[in-house]
């Protein structure tokens, strides 16, 4: 197989904008990044998880908010610290279904 008959297998999906991301099934869930550690002294570790609802995203931020942005404008609503990540995952991968909560 030549590396051109290759490439017409794999079609990359660029996901920039929360707008792209709803439109191709993109579930994005924030954690809390607040490790054990608080200066010196060990903390207990948070962690909060939370799949978040893209469609409310969309009405707070625009369809063209860029993803990358997100975790700087979230914060943890169980230990106030703004250390959050992102995580992708897709719709038709049910894997990623189980229940996560408080
Ligand atoms: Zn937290």
């Not at 904008?17 to 607040?34: S, Y």
């Not at 010196?40 to 969309?58: A, G, H, P, Q, V």
Request: hydrophobic share 40%; aromatic share 8%.
């Amino acid at each position: 197989m030549t590396p051109s008959a290759m490439r017409s297998y794999f079609v990359p999906i660029m996901i920039e904008t929360l707008g792209e991301a709803w439109t191709h099934g993109v579930r994005l869930t924030m954690r809390c990044a607040w490790g054990k550690q608080l200066g010196l002294k060990s903390i207990r570790e948070c962690i909060y998880t939370k799949e978040l609802d893209m469609e409310t995203l969309i009405c707070t931020h625009g369809a063209a908010f860029p993803i990358s942005m997100l975790a700087s404008r979230l914060k943890c609503p169980r230990c106030d610290s703004r250390r959050v990540i992102i995580i992708y995952s897709f719709q038709r991968n049910d894997l990623s279904s189980k229940a996560v909560g408080w």
